[in-house]
């Protein structure tokens, strides 16, 4: 039995406890409102962000700009909140941007409530990400440059997403 235990855990990973359970069982009959307004707010982000003479690229399939917006537009019903973005020299633009921003928190994750921006250099990516060939190298870093930011959009106005973006754009 333990050897079964410790495969099945292994494979299936552990047993949410009954609080979590009801916890996310609450929380999916408002994800659909959630998602609509993470998908309403990063459409705008992703506009005004390109539309930024600072920023180089968005990378956000509910934009005509994005490669394979068509193929979103028939495999999607959500483009989600989640946006990605170049600016030159992002090293040095992160710590800036990090400093500047009241409503748009700083931080490594995604999915929350609140907007999240973090800055991944490629070099750091390629040192603790999986192995890559030389061609998928070249090529992630076709994509990347020397970094990019992901930006996750939470739940906050739209506008005041974009006005905290261009007080930190404008300090670049």
Partial sequence: MARIKKDVA???????????AWLIQRG?????????????????????LESHPKVIRVI?????????HELAQK??????????FQISDGARAAKIIADRLSVILYAVSLGHQRSLVFYLPTSEMLRTSFRMTPAQEQSYRAFAGDGIFRLSVGLEDPEDLIADLAYALDGI
């Fill in 75 to 84: 495999q999607l019903t959500n483009f989600s909140g989640m946006v990605t």
């Fill in 60 to 68: 956000y399939p509910g934009l005509p700009s994005h490669p394979q």
């Fill in 28 to 48: 999916a009959t408002t994800l659909p409102l959630r998602m609509k307004a993470h998908e309403e707010g990063a459409l705008a982000v992703a506009r005004f």
């Fill in 10 to 20: 292994i494979r299936t990973g552990g047993i949410l406890s009954p609080f979590n």
